[in-house]
């Protein structure tokens, strides 16, 4: 029972134009939900979040939807750089019973051309 | 300098054979968590400790056992039960109640049976 799923195992994109994540989830008791990147061989690191009570958060270049009655969220990244070509990861915590456990979903490949 | 260590970064295992993985934190982080990611699976969470000589199974816990003596140390144990033991192991560390600011994540320990 798959709860956070990411659709598309792997993305392309242009350097310097948008990059688009997409992140579906099934439990309505989910409350917050983070992005980590990912490189080979490293462990993962966090890269922004939100809480069910907004709909957007912004740092930088990345910006983080949420359309809690989709149960979708999405990472926005403008502009796309070499850099960012990573996995990324979708996660989620339904803090009140779980505290700060995370599930995580596939993961999505993004590939950032020069 | 405040972080996550695993040891070692590779491990080879003939069949049969128990190995422990190491995990330890400086971050004075409460909670700490142990997952595997295989390819097109992304996370999955195998035990996770909120505190001190507690812990619980997580998701795929089966063949797996831990123990969290000292608040910095969170040991892995794959036990012969495991079935399908080669895997890119991760563990990570987090206050408990603190959903948004996410995981500190080691750089992985990659296990390969032979």
């Known amino acids: 029972d798959q709860q956070v799923k990411q659709n598309s195992p792997s993305l392309s994109v242009q350097e310097g134009r948008i990059s688009i994540l997409n992140c579906d989830y099934t439990?309505?008791?989910?409350?917050?939900f983070l992005w980590y990147k990912k490189y080979p061989a490293e462990g993962p690191t966090f890269l922004i979040s939100?809480?069910?009570?907004?709909d957007k958060n912004e740092d930088g270049r990345f910006t983080v939807f949420l359309n809690k009655s989709a149960k979708h969220l999405s990472l926005h990244i403008v502009p796309s750089q070499p850099g960012d070509s990573a996995v990324y990861f979708c996660a989620a915590s339904e803090k009140e019973t779980s505290g700060s456990r995370l599930t995580f979903g596939e993961g999505t490949q993004l590939t950032v051309n020069p | 300098d405040g972080g996550i260590t695993q040891s070692p970064k590779y491990l080879f295992r003939k069949e049969g054979q128990n190995v422990t993985l190491s995990c330890e934190q400086n971050?004075?982080?409460?909670?700490m968590y142990w997952y595997r990611q295989d390819p097109g699976q992304g996370l999955r969470l195998i035990y996770y400790s909120q505190i001190v000589n507690d812990f619980q199974k997580g998701d795929i816990a089966e063949g797996y056992s831990v123990s969290r003596e000292k608040k910095e140390s969170f040991p892995l144990t794959v036990t012969s039960a495991q079935k399908n033991p080669t895997a890119f192991y991760l563990c990570?560390?987090?206050?408990?109640?603190?959903?948004?600011?996410?995981?500190?994540f080691g750089s992985g320990t990659r296990l390969t049976v032979v």
């Open positions: 990570a560390s987090s206050p408990w109640d603190r959903p948004l600011y996410g995981y500190t």
């Open positions: 439990n309505s008791m989910f409350d917050y």
């Open positions: 971050l004075n982080h409460d909670a």
């Open positions: 939100i809480s069910s009570i907004k």
